[in-house]
């Protein structure tokens, strides 16, 4: 097969003829404030996920109904992530019908709500209304703040700049670890800690008033003028009638450009079936291969290291939470040097390592659940926890979300990001409502065996279906889906190696 090397990031052909500057991270101030200021509904995904597990302690205190019935407290939990499924699916749709800052925008205006209802519920009921609202603005949040980085960023930086929002959302954790240890001694304790959560959503409302709108969808509405001007922020007049002409072409090319793509039109096309296979993959691997579920097990780790302390589990997951913010930024270091496959990859490998060392662990585990083992193995178990965590953080938790804001054509970019985010959160609750009944059925060691044959899947899927989009312009990547369409089928080569090539 011929590839077009004009087209590729370093040759010699049309980019190096237009002596196309590249841009670094830290030297484009208001690309980092696009970033940042959309990131703030990544820093709410991650608040939210990890603030109702220190304050379900005290809502159980509060409310008797709530205390003896676990089902009740289940569904206290779950009703954001059900939140979430719905918000995701509609936010695709929202995305491309009133553009990506509208809808960052109803994003806070339901997390504002949500947060505001769950403040002063009387009763269980409510509460769980105000978590549902909190949810839907979580997921709104979870496809719109990937989509507006990605179309405001060079393609150059593209991978480190969406994984910002990764690291927002690891901070937004860290971050309501912090805030449920501040308030325990606070009265009204639980209100607080679900509470507070509105004074980012009001900040991020408040900024992105001022901010401009994702300079893709302006063009892909017909609003050139205004879309140049964002692009003028950006790029240097060396760059910017290069860029123009990029979004120009895909604006030509695009016969749906202007207008609304459905759910069903993903279906239609080859290519876009190809793109959201892989998306939506990504995203599920990202939960299956036990992510939360880690997460959720890490004080039952700690005390079978023979520590029973509660404060000592709450200073864990603290150290874990800022363990995985680390390693979020060390894969913003990497994602754009070594590439989106080559991260991923490594970081599987690392997670199937770290599994199998858990498993063994947990299989020296007396018969009683939660029991405390030898030290031995006990230390052996909080080694796998920490191995976990620093192999997933940098590979397996951004770069799902990077590869599905880039892979998809301009007109599917929301809606694909949206089917794709909603699978990531239906997932998510698959994992979540599921894993103590595997526990029942083949105990702890047999469910992160299960966990770490997960991963080895993973890998293959990355292996064979998940372009390298390093580097690469949105027309760049669309043109990989093309050629994957036609010759997918005809020849065996269609993954592996011989995608990373296929740009052309």
């Known amino acids: 097969m011929t590839i077009d090397k004009s087209m590729m990031p370093g040759s010699s052909g049309p980019l190096e003829a237009s002596s196309k500057k590249e841009i670094s991270f830290w030297s484009n101030k208001y690309v980092l404030g696009l970033t940042t200021t959309a990131g703030i509904g990544g820093l709410l995904f991650g608040y939210d996920t990890g603030v109702i597990s ?11 109904a709530v205390n003896d019935n676990s089902v009740l407290q289940e569904t206290i939990v779950s009703m954001a992530v059900v939140g979430a499924m719905i918000g995701a699916a509609a936010g695709g749709w929202v995305n491309d019908a009133y553009g990506r800052k509208k809808a960052t925008l109803l994003a806070d205006v339901l997390f504002i709500i949500g947060s505001f209802v769950m403040c002063i519920a009387p009763d269980p009921n409510i509460l769980i209304l105000g978590r549902l609202f909190v949810g839907v603005g979580v997921g709104i949040a979870s496809v719109t703040a990937p989509v507006y980085i990605a179309e405001a960023a060079p393609s150059e930086i593209r991978g480190g700049l969406v994984a910002t929002n990764v690291l927002m959302i690891t901070g937004g954790q860290f971050l309501s670890y912090l805030v449920n240890l501040s308030f325990t001694e606070v009265p009204g304790t639980w209100r607080w800690m679900l509470g507070v959560a509105a004074i980012p959503a009001v900040v991020q409302f408040i900024l992105m008033i001022f901010l401009p709108e994702s300079p893709r969808w302006l063009y892909m509405k017909d609003k050139k003028s205004k879309a140049i001007a964002v692009l003028e922020n950006i790029y240097d007049s060396d760059r910017l ?172 970019r929301g809606v694909c990001g949206g089917m794709s985010a909603t699978v990531n959160w239906i997932s998510n609750f698959i994992v979540a409502q599921t894993f103590l009944s595997v526990v029942g059925l083949v105990g702890t060691r047999g469910t992160f065996l299960i966990f770490a044959g997960v991963s080895v899947l993973a890998f293959l899927f990355v292996l064979l279906f998940v372009p390298e989009t390093k580097g690469l312009t949105f027309e760049q990547v669309e043109r990989i889906w093309k050629e994957r369409a036609g010759v997918l089928g005809m020849s065996a080569s269609g993954g592996g190696q011989h995608l990373q090539g296929n740009e052309a």
């Open 241 to 412: 009638q290069e860029e123009i002409d990029q979004l120009a072409d895909a604006s030509n090319k695009d016969s749906q450009s202007g207008k609304t793509v459905s759910y069903f039109d993903v279906l239609k096309s080859k290519e876009i079936r190809l793109a959201f296979f892989t998306g939506a993959g990504l995203q599920a691997f990202q939960q299956f291969t036990g992510i939360n579920t880690v997460m959720y097990y890490c004080p039952t780790i700690v005390q079978m290291a023979g520590f029973s302390s509660k404060q000592l589990a709450l200073l864990l997951s603290l150290i874990v939470a800022a363990m995985n913010a680390v390693g979020t930024i060390i894969g913003i270091l990497l994602i754009d040097k070594c590439g989106r496959r080559l991260l991923a990859l490594v970081s599987l490998s690392g997670v199937f390592a770290s599994l199998l060392i858990l498993s063994y662990a947990f299989s020296l585990q007396p018969k009683t659940l939660g029991a405390t083992l030898g030290s031995g193995a006990g230390w052996l178990a909080i080694v796998g926890l920490v191995l976990y965590i620093a192999f997933f953080s940098p590979g397996m938790g951004p770069v799902p979300w990077a590869v599905n804001s880039e892979i998809y054509p301009e007109a599917y």
């Open 54 to 64: 220190g304050a379900l302690l005290y809502i159980r205190d509060e409310f008797k």
